[in-house]
């Protein structure tokens, strides 16, 4: 009973999704994605850029530097990934150079 309650929560689970631009693709299956964000200053009120990097797993090596993606949260897959990505939303980007095996 307590088996049938759990997949449905983990099907209805929202996943965060998040868009970035690709800063390096030199991994295996791997390309580290920075995203920003505009927040104002809590006194004076002006907008400055906070940025953080994610480590995103690209199966298939799609993605290239300077390319504009959509990932979302996933389970770990490794010591830093938690997210997996999905697509490219502007492909802009310069093929990397990427290990082959």
């Known amino acids: 009973m307590n088996?049938?309650?759990d997949q449905h929560t983990a099907s209805t689970v929202s996943r965060r999704r998040l868009q970035g631009v690709v800063v390096k693709a030199a991994m295996m299956k791997t390309i580290v994605v920075r995203v920003d964000r505009r927040?104002?200053?809590p006194?004076?009120?002006k907008y400055y850029t906070r940025s953080a990097k994610f480590k995103v797993h690209d199966e298939r090596a799609a993605a290239k530097i300077g390319d504009v993606v959509e990932f979302e949260e996933t389970r770990p897959i490794s010591k830093d990934?938690?997210?997996?990505y999905l697509r490219t939303i502007t492909a802009i980007g310069q093929p990397a150079d990427r290990p082959t095996s």
């Open 81 to 84: 990934k938690r997210w997996r």
């Open 43 to 45: 006194k004076y009120g």
């Open 3 to 5: 088996t049938s309650l």
């Open 39 to 41: 927040i104002p200053h």
